[in-house]
């Protein structure tokens, strides 16, 4: 069986006790280090003799030592060196999925590259609609996917307290996102029955990266909404406005400070579509929007808006 890059590792202090003369690791290193520099030809001859690779000791395993500790586990546990990108590592990241029951595929899912479909990284993407899709008022897989890409980064935690079917919370733990979805009304497993103002109690405050929020369209609303049946039509889209900065209120606290916000809509269906209020809800809350993203099915009967928002900085 093939040594692990660990393995080889303490392979190689074992043989630099010797030449240098030293114990423990840290003088054993420094110790080759100061030869290598005083003496490059001697140095380069013990490497050869011992068969490593001049590339492999300068590059590699002289600087395990000055690694984070939470590098080091990781090859202790056999993980190959190669895979892992020090130079983006996320430390915080690392530590929780190493804590995961599967690491090594939590881990995989960490250090892979983004399975963000080019199509992504447009400002409109196109969608299969479906008549289910419609009727929940669901996001299509894909779509859900490439929003978690653009808003959350790898291992961070997504929160979405309408949540629905779930396709949030699916599409968050299938690119490895941690995720928690909540709804009054769920169809999904992956989703609790709770109410959005009861979301501290289930999630802690400032934990979340991306807070989520797909509340239901205007239509949907206004047909289980009994407030309206007194109010005059002018005054409907102004009260569904006011229920969406409701759910910001409520749920704005689980959000980490520098966490993202994603306001998913969809207009009204009259002879005019007016974007701006869902920016000016997301002030309320004193959000800033920061970006945009637009879905629309390829047979152009439905459409999604995703407004992108951060805390605004005072």
Not at 32 to 43: C, I, N
Not at 51 to 75: I, K, M, S
Not at 259 to 268: E, K, T
């Amino acid at each position: 069986m093939a040594q692990t890059f660990w393995q080889s590792y303490q392979a190689f202090l074992a043989q630099a006790r010797l030449w240098a003369g030293e114990s423990g690791e840290r003088a054993v290193v420094d110790a080759v280090r100061r030869r290598a520099r005083r003496d490059p030809e001697a140095f380069h001859a013990w490497v050869d003799e011992n068969g490593w690779g001049r590339a492999y000791v300068e590059r590699h395993l002289l600087y395990v030592v000055d690694h984070p500790e939470e590098v080091r586990e990781l090859l202790r546990r056999g993980y190959p060196a190669r895979r892992i990108p020090l130079r983006s590592l996320d430390r915080a990241a690392l530590v929780a999925a190493l804590t995961e029951t599967d690491w090594r595929g939590a881990v995989d899912r960490l250090f892979g590259q983004s399975r963000r479909p080019r199509w992504a990284n447009q400002r409109v993407w196109l969608f299969d609609s479906s008549p289910l899709l419609r009727r929940r008022e669901g996001l299509a897989p894909s779509v859900a996917e490439a929003l978690i890409e653009v808003v959350c980064p790898p291992g961070g935690f997504v929160v979405d307290p309408l949540a629905g079917s779930g396709e949030i919370v699916r599409a968050a733990r299938a690119t490895g996102r941690h995720a928690w979805g909540g709804d009054l009304r769920p169809s999904s497993t992956d989703v609790v029955r709770t109410d959005v103002v009861d979301l501290l109690q289930h999630v802690p405050e400032g934990s979340a990266d991306a807070l989520v929020l797909h509340p239901p369209t205007f239509e949907s609303w206004a047909k289980t909404t009994e407030a309206l049946v007194s109010a005059p039509l002018s005054e409907h889209y102004a009260a569904y406005l006011d229920a969406i900065v409701g759910f910001l209120q409520a749920s704005r606290k689980v959000l980490k400070p520098e966490g993202v916000v994603v306001l998913i809509a969809r207009p009204p269906r009259d002879s005019h579509v007016f974007l701006a209020p869902f920016e000016l809800a997301l002030g309320e809350r004193g959000l800033t929007p920061v970006g945009y993203r637009l879905a629309v099915s390829r047979d152009g009967t439905e459409d999604w808006h995703f407004f992108i928002a951060r805390p605004t900085k005072e």
